[in-house]
T-cell receptor
Framework: DVKVTQSSRYLVKRTGEKVFLECVQD?????MFWYRQDPGLGLRLIYFSYDVKMKEKGDIPEGYSVSREKKERFSLILESASTNQTSMYLC???????????FGSGTRLTVV | AQSVAQPEDQVNVAEGNPLTVKCTYSVSGNPYLFWYVQYPNRGLQFLLKYITGDNLVKGSYGFEAEFNKSQTSFHLKKPSALVSDSALYFCAVRDNTGNQFYFGTGTSLTVIP
């Protein structure tokens, strides 16, 4: 069964901490994505990557960075966590356009 | 520009009744259309997709969706709703040249026993 695995389901961090959210896929997909999901706002794209060591800003990249050193792993980094980054974070990967995204189970991050 | 609209934030339906969750889209080129479902505190799960061919597509858990090119719609339907269908539903579109999806804001479906 193909999978996208997010390292943590729930995470509590303090304001100002550097936070790493990890995502690993086993489908050899080129494309990987990070979204945040907030009530009433749907899914908002933070960053995406079409290849190793390549990254593109999405709609809301401020306060975030990403790393893709290996094809299967796409990390989201909160350089200095703030309370307004409390959210559900969803990682997804995809292959060709005719196929859909495969999502991870999500990480619910709370910044206190 | 690509976009997806889900005009209803909330849909309530009685158990056993048919349900419809609406979606309209705007995309350049031929659309690839998808429906996803999300249960509380979980990621999104694939339900069904339209790529080409028959306008009525069938998916998981008895759901189906009808692609209507003239109305640029892709409404999700089920003939008889179950309480376990209560969840958040997302419509998404991807054009056939790009890698990125565009999601609607989601529709919360509640099936009342």
């Amino acid at each position: 069964d193909v999978k996208v695995t997010q390292s943590s389901r729930y995470l509590v961090k303090r304001t100002g901490e550097k936070v790493f959210l990890e995502c690993v896929q086993d489908m050899d997909h080129e494309n990987m994505f990070w979204y945040r999901q907030d009530p009433g706002l749907g899914l908002r794209l933070i960053y995406f990557s079409y290849d190793v060591k390549m990254k593109e800003k999405g709609d809301i990249p401020e306060g975030y960075s990403v790393s893709r050193e290996k094809k299967e792993r796409f990390s989201l980094i909160l350089e200095s966590a703030s309370t307004n980054q409390t959210s559900m974070y969803l990682c997804a990967s995809s292959g060709q356009a005719r196929y859909g995204y495969t999502f991870g189970s999500g990480t619910r991050l709370t910044v206190v | 520009a690509q976009s997806v609209a889900q005009p209803e934030d909330q849909v309530n339906v009685a158990e056993g009744n048919p349900l419809t969750v609406k979606c309209t889209y705007s995309v350049s080129g031929n659309p690839y259309l998808f429906w996803y479902v999300q249960y509380p505190n979980r990621g999104l799960q694939f339900l069904l997709k339209y790529i080409t061919g028959d306008n009525l597509v069938k998916g998981s858990y008895g759901f189906e969706a009808e692609f209507n090119k003239s109305q640029t719609s892709f409404h999700l339907k089920k003939p008889s709703a179950l309480v376990s269908d209560s969840a958040l539903y997302f419509c998404a579109v991807r054009d056939n040249t790009g890698n990125q999806f565009y999601f609607g804001t989601g529709t919360s479906l509640t099936v009342i026993p």
